[in-house]
């Protein structure tokens, strides 16, 4: 089946800008990320959903970051008012209901802040 | 917090020989060590896994031990070819919790 889907694959915005990313997650998976990979970085959590709910956001650098999962399927990244320092790649991933472990991951979005 | 630490950052071996790539965790309630494979501009996969009830687990070259009384986890690859060429990450999860902390990444270079 379809694996992890992210979009826009690139973005490109100014400084203050606001921006939104999107993750489709494996049809089923009741589990999904959000991880902020930085060049030569390893990604670093910034927030889990277990259904519509988060289940942990500690990892959200500030209130800039938002996100949400309305149906407990697709989930949207928010960022307002954008920073150079935010550029990174966006990464999204799902893992299955029924407490498995595994995490699938997408291909990631690539911000870029100008 | 978790904190995992990885090592080395870089590391090149001739085709053939062995690689071995090392994590330190701090949270001892961790159970769960994932390691992810990522090639460039591409998608991290995952390569193998490993829970703290069992110390060693092997997939034909790839294989990976935890200490968990030294909070250590190791991956080995035998018998290096080209295409392990990537970055390599490890992670762990705590107890509990399902917050995966990852390391800072191996840049694995295979020399043909």
Not at chain 1, 22 to 43: E, F, K, M, N, V
Not at chain 1, 59 to 66: E, I, K, Q, S
Not at chain 2, 27 to 49: C, H, M, T, V
Not at chain 2, 53 to 74: C, M, P, Y
């Amino acid at each position: 089946g379809a694996g992890v889907s992210q979009t826009p694959s690139n973005k490109v915005t100014e400084k203050g800008k606001y921006v939104e990313l999107r993750c489709d997650p494996i049809s089923g998976h009741t589990a999904l990320y959000w991880y902020r990979q930085s060049l030569g970085q390893g990604p670093e959590f910034l927030i889990y959903f277990q259904g519509t709910g988060a289940a942990d956001d500690s990892g959200l650098p500030n209130d800039r970051f938002f996100a949400v999962r309305p149906e407990g399927s697709v989930s949207t990244l928010k960022i307002q008012r954008t920073e150079r320092g935010d550029s990174a790649v966006y990464l999204c991933a799902s893992r299955p209901a029924g407490g498995g472990d595994t995490q699938y991951f997408g291909p990631g979005t690539r911000l870029t802040v100008l | 917090g978790e904190n995992v630490e990885q090592h080395p950052s870089t590391l090149s071996v001739q085709e053939g020989d062995s690689a071995v790539i090392k994590c330190t965790y701090s949270d001892s309630a961790s159970n769960y060590f994932p390691w992810y494979k990522q090639e460039l501009g591409k998608r991290p996969q995952l390569i193998i896994d490993i829970r703290s009830n069992v110390g060693e687990k092997k997939d034909q070259r790839i294989a990976v031990t935890l200490n968990k009384t030294a909070k250590h986890f190791s991956l080995h690859i035998t018998e290096t070819q080209p295409e392990d060429s990537a970055v390599y990450f490890c992670a762990a999860r705590a107890s509990g919790t399902y917050k995966y902390i990852f390391g800072t990444g191996t840049r694995l270079k295979v020399l043909a």
